[in-house]
């Protein structure tokens, strides 16, 4: 049976009438009663029992109809759903976030995609640099965000936004009263660092511009992640370099000022996902990326 069968044969059961189904399908009635013949043939009952008033279902055709809308049904429904999914308004999309990431860009993308995708299903996991990348690898996740991501083949990595770097002082700290912070001026404070991980990161690039200039790095603490480092901060156990989106912790006790060092300048978030994923999904959540990227290049 196909679907075709089944819509002729409901017009008839319906119309109980060869003539008026075939004028209601818009097809002659001849071939009309060509297919419900086939149709007959091949279930190998009788569906109908025609005579000069029209046609009156058969038990057997009676125990079909009472079949075909959910046939139809579903198959409308199958159909309407793969349309969907090949949209990008239906599915999932799992997203590979950092403790960092979350506090400005990232939550504002997932917010816009999934007020414009609803349907989608969005799962988050928190993951490191090398554990993203594993995981678009393995088609954990579809897509990642992070900063500082290493170059590779089958991996492309694309600017979501550049962030200035800032300095987060405990109040009361000489240097808070400044207004902007130079890395000179960084020369022998107790640093916290962060993350400390086997792969190069924020630590690494901070650690590098105090070598660039000849300062002395004092670090008094490493930790994983930037609630923690901006958590000691406020508890005075040292000050720390971090980025403009770390502002959005407004922990008591922590004052943040721009930072001004000729290598520490901006920091870009990137996103990152797999080379050649043609997943409609995928491509939905990249054209809000890209929205949100202009939008901030011109404001």
Same mark, same amino acid.
């Given at each position: 049976?196909?679907?075709?069968?089944?819509?002729?044969?409901?017009?008839?059961?319906e119309e109980r009438?060869?003539?008026?189904?075939?004028?209601?399908?818009?097809?002659?009635?001849?071939?009309? #009663?060509?297919?419900?013949?086939?149709? /007959?043939?091949?279930?190998?009952? #009788?569906?109908?029992?025609?005579?000069?008033?029209?046609?009156? %279902?058969?038990?057997?055709?009676?125990?079909?109809? !009472?079949?075909?809308?959910? $046939? &139809?049904?579903?198959?409308?429904?199958?159909?309407?759903? #793969?349309?969907?999914?090949?949209?990008?308004?239906?599915?999932?999309?799992?997203?590979?976030?950092?403790?960092?990431?979350? %506090?400005?860009?990232?939550?504002?993308?997932?917010?816009?995609?999934?007020?414009?995708?609803?349907?989608?299903?969005?799962?988050?996991?928190?993951?490191?640099?090398?554990?993203? &990348?594993? !995981?678009?690898?393995?088609?954990?996740?579809? $897509?990642?965000?992070?900063?500082?991501?290493?170059?590779?083949?089958?991996? !492309?990595?694309?600017?979501?936004?550049?962030?200035?770097?800032?300095?987060?002082?405990?109040? =009361?700290?000489?240097?808070?009263?400044?207004?902007?912070?130079? %890395? =000179?001026?960084?020369?022998? /404070?107790?640093?916290?660092?962060?993350?400390?991980?086997?792969?190069?990161?924020?630590? /690494?690039?901070?650690?590098? !511009?105090?070598?660039?200039?000849? $300062? #002395?790095?004092?670090? /008094?603490?490493?930790?994983?992640?930037?609630?923690?480092c901006i958590a %000691?901060?406020?508890?005075?156990?040292?000050?720390?370099?971090?980025?403009?989106?770390?502002?959005?912790?407004?922990?008591?006790?922590?004052?943040?000022?721009?930072?001004?060092?000729?290598?520490?300048?901006?920091?870009?978030?990137?996103?990152?996902?797999?080379?050649?994923?043609?997943?409609?999904? &995928?491509?939905?959540?990249?054209?809000?990326?890209?929205?949100?990227?202009?939008?901030?290049?011109?404001?």
């Amino acid at each position: 049976m196909d679907l075709k069968q089944m819509r002729y044969f409901q017009a008839v059961a319906e119309e109980r009438n060869f003539g008026r189904a075939a004028e209601r399908l818009h097809i002659a009635q001849p071939p009309l #009663t060509r297919h419900i013949q086939a149709l /007959e043939a091949q279930l190998g009952v #009788t569906l109908f029992l025609r005579s000069s008033r029209g046609a009156e %279902l058969t038990e057997a055709g009676e125990t079909l109809l !009472a079949e075909v809308p959910n $046939i &139809l049904a579903l198959a409308k429904r199958a159909e309407e759903q #793969t349309q969907l999914a090949g949209q990008g308004l239906i599915g999932r999309l799992d997203v590979g976030i950092f403790s960092a990431g979350i %506090l400005q860009a990232i939550p504002q993308l997932l917010a816009t995609f999934h007020t414009e995708r609803p349907q989608v299903k969005i799962g988050l996991h928190n993951l490191t640099k090398m554990q993203q &990348l594993d !995981a678009l690898r393995e088609r954990r996740i579809n $897509i990642g965000f992070n900063r500082l991501v290493p170059m590779a083949d089958d991996i !492309a990595v694309e600017t979501v936004l550049e962030e200035p770097y800032l300095v987060a002082l405990y109040e =009361g700290h000489p240097l808070a009263t400044k207004d902007a912070i130079r %890395l =000179g001026d960084l020369d022998g /404070e107790r640093m916290i660092l962060y993350p400390n991980a086997p792969v190069h990161g924020l630590a /690494e690039e901070i650690a590098a !511009a105090f070598h660039d200039e000849r $300062i #002395t790095l004092r670090v /008094e603490q490493e930790v994983e992640d930037v609630v923690t480092c901006i958590a %000691l901060v406020a508890s005075r156990f040292g000050v720390c370099i971090t980025t403009a989106s770390a502002a959005n912790l407004r922990l008591p006790g922590v004052v943040y000022k721009p930072l001004r060092s000729a290598r520490l300048r901006h920091i870009a978030l990137n996103c990152l996902y797999r080379r050649g994923d043609e997943s409609p999904t &995928l491509h939905g959540f990249l054209e809000v990326i890209d929205r949100f990227r202009s939008a901030t290049a011109s404001s």
